[in-house]
């Protein structure tokens, strides 16, 4: 047996070490914690052990325990409750409560014992603490690799947001995970929101599709006080947004802790990323507030090179779809005019009969190809905007591509409401028509001046409301050079 130096008790030394081995065997935190709470009980024969943790540990604020509850009067004997302290680095990290049978009470070889076993438990919880920072870490980089990749398939602007949100929120920990980018007015507004469906104590659970509409569109005004740092590109982090001044949304009394961090790669600002946690939830540690940092710059990085991708594909495809029209107007609509002529010609020697019809039923074909044809290459040559979604923004898309084929910009006008009253299947309709007919004036030489006009709740023939398209071209007719052409249609509303 060994003598201890400060007591002279003996040490229960086998007991000792294989607590002291045992403690340092688990790389996890809270089993590191649990076995050193019941190697204590194990050395000293106590009732009740509680490891409590301090939140100022940088951890959460939880207890670890072992053993029966103490009885009610083990407060009341003097010598019945020990307490040690647990220092990791010189901080104190927790410290271990022990209370005795009622009566009994804890030796110096006891106090002795647990002085060595929490000596040794700081060095295993800061093994264990760095080992969960390294996996913390690691799950922060494959997270971020994981939005990388997703964000460079091609996915669409609104769905790239929102990866990047349920990312992060998985990865903080976090109630909801949020994206907010600048308003025309000054104000940041959330345009992407990922939750867990549960915004904390006193909050009624929702769906998580609920509580993510619910949170979309909230927008913080300007006058804030974190606004400014926001569209500086500079992240804010809050210790509880329900009481901080700062916040100012009608969200804010759901949430707790929270981090807000730019999203912004090579001086350009794309929005900030915010990471609420429920109420009552542990503050952003420093480790966790840095992994999300830089998670945020990598995320906005992947971004910018994400919407460069698309924006080469698209122009890509643009221009394959210019030089398909080219080659289209070029080479087959001319071939296929020479074609026509020379029926024409064909036809007009033929003597009548059913060679003639014959001929005649070509010749019509033919020219309905190359109307068709015509048409094609005018869709295809449209301006690579983001396709309008009312009728009047269709229209005015119609005729600004058949700008560049036609040498004149046509003229549009409207009367009544076009936009309300305009709907599938008559939309189609008058679309295909519109496109015909800016087709058939290209063909015509002379073509200075092209008017359109869509006139909507018009009265049809047969009493019904209904919507009419005229295009009128100036262009030269085979029956009166200086008569111009109008065409009109008409469909039920």
């Not at 494959?142 to 992060?168: C, F, K, N, S, W």
């Not at 111009?484 to 008409?490: D, I, L, P």
Request: glycine share 10%; with cysteine; charged share 20%.
């Amino acid at each position: 047996m060994t003598e201890d130096v400060v007591s002279g008790a003996p040490l229960p030394l086998p007991q000792l070490l294989d607590a002291v081995l045992g403690v340092g065997t688990e790389l996890s935190l809270r089993p590191t914690l649990q076995h050193i709470v019941d190697s204590a009980a194990a050395l000293t024969g106590a009732r009740h052990v509680a490891l409590r943790v301090s939140a100022a540990a940088g951890g959460r604020p939880e207890c670890f325990t072992a053993g029966a509850e103490p009885a009610p009067s083990a407060a009341d004997d003097e010598g019945a409750v020990l307490s040690i302290p647990i220092h990791v680095q010189d901080e104190e990290f927790g410290r271990l409560h022990l209370t005795h049978e009622p009566g009994g009470v804890f030796t110096d070889e006891d106090r002795d014992t647990l002085r060595v076993l929490a000596s040794q438990a700081g060095i295993a919880i800061g093994n264990a603490r760095l080992y969960e920072t390294a996996r913390q870490r690691e799950r922060w980089i494959e997270g971020a690799a994981a939005v990388t990749t997703a964000l460079l398939t091609g996915e669409a602007a609104p769905d790239a947001l929102m990866t990047v949100a349920q990312q992060a929120r998985l990865l903080a920990d976090a109630a909801a995970g949020v994206v907010l980018q600048p308003t025309d007015e000054g104000g940041m507004r959330i345009v992407a929101a990922a939750t867990s469906g549960d915004a904390g104590p006193g909050y009624r659970r929702h769906p998580a599709a609920a509580a993510q509409n619910d949170l979309m569109g909230t927008t913080i005004e300007p006058g804030s006080a974190v606004l400014e740092q926001l569209l500086g590109g500079q992240p804010v982090f809050i210790e509880d947004s329900a009481t901080d001044p700062r916040m100012t949304t009608r969200v804010r009394s759901r949430f707790g802790p929270s981090m807000m961090l730019p999203l912004q790669a090579g001086g350009r600002l794309i929005g900030t990323l915010a990471l609420p946690r429920r109420r009552g939830d542990p503050p952003y540690t420093a480790v966790e507030r840095l992994l999300a940092t830089q998670f945020a710059s990598q995320a906005a990085l992947a971004l910018v090179l994400a919407d460069a991708q698309q924006s080469r594909q698209r122009l890509a495809v643009f221009e394959d779809r210019d030089r398909i029209a080219r080659d289209l107007h070029d080479l087959v609509v001319q071939r296929l005019f020479a074609t026509g002529m020379m029926l024409e010609s064909t036809r007009r020697r033929a003597a009548s009969g059913p060679e003639q019809s014959a001929l005649d039923q070509a010749v019509d074909e033919l020219e309905s190809t190359i109307q068709e044809v015509r048409t094609a290459i005018f869709a295809l040559q449209q301006p690579p905007a983001d396709a309008p979604t009312t009728f009047r923004g269709k229209v005015l898309k119609e005729t600004a591509g058949a700008g560049a084929v036609l040498g004149v910009q046509p003229s549009v006008h409207f009367t009544g409401a076009v936009d309300t009253r305009v709907a599938e299947p008559a939309a189609g309709r008058l679309l295909a028509a519109l496109r015909r007919a800016l087709a058939a004036a290209s063909r015509r030489p002379g073509v200075s001046r092209v008017e359109v006009t869509v006139e909507a709740g018009v009265s049809l023939p047969d009493g019904r409301a209904g919507v009419r398209l005229v295009v009128f071209d100036d262009g030269e007719t085979g029956a009166a050079a200086d008569a111009g052409t109008t065409v009109t249609w008409q469909a039920p509303l």
